[in-house]
């Protein structure tokens, strides 16, 4: 495909499929593939850019913010609500889920056992490393930085970088 025609098919693919929307602001593009099986309401800002292949599930709630870019192939799973700021970035491959496995019980199967739930928040400005996975309950603060490949399983203090398995404080940003 001619590149100059690749950002127009995905600027009518937004408008056609952001029709089954909660809502979905003016001026952004999805890429080819998005999948969203399942209730899931979803709710986009101005200029949100999604890129192909990525899998938006649950029956929560997911809200985008204002010229946030997802890039591919990221999961995003809501099951109760993930809330994604404005001017994020979120690089490839990326796995974001408000929901986890319950397991209190030896004696039964995981899978009968039922699900914990709680919201993930990322702050405005946060930039989110490939490969990365936000576990439920996280909040990620404005302008923080994910490592790629990094397990965030506590929440993360704004304009600080963190990264590894499981991501540890790396360092401040400067002022």
């Known amino acids: 495909m001619r590149g100059w025609l690749k950002p127009r098919i995905a600027k009518l693919r937004y408008k056609v499929i952001a029709r089954g929307f909660e809502s979905a602001g003016r001026g952004g593009s999805l890429g080819r593939g998005l ?3 399942g209730n899931l309401t979803v709710n986009l800002g101005e200029r949100v850019a999604i890129r192909e292949g990525c899998w938006f599930g649950g029956r929560g709630t997911l809200s985008i913010g ?3 870019a997802i890039n591919a192939g990221c999961i995003l799973t809501a099951m109760e609500r993930i809330e994604i700021g ?3 970035m979120m690089a490839p491959g990326v796995y974001v889920l408000d ?3 319950a397991f209190p019980d030896r004696t039964q199967p995981i899978s009968r056992q039922g699900y914990e739930i709680a919201p993930v928040h990322i702050g405005n400005g946060a930039w989110i490393g490939a490969g990365a996975v936000i576990t439920r309950g996280v909040t990620i603060g404005e302008g923080a930085i994910v490592g790629a ?3 965030v399983t506590r929440d993360v203090a704004p304009f600080t970088i963190i990264g590894g398995i499981p991501a540890k404080v790396i360092k401040e940003r400067p002022e």
């Open 35 to 37: 999948n969203i099986p």
């Open 66 to 68: 204002d010229r946030t």
């Open 86 to 88: 404005s001017d994020v």
């Open 99 to 101: 929901v986890d496995h």
């Open 149 to 151: 490949n990094s397990v």
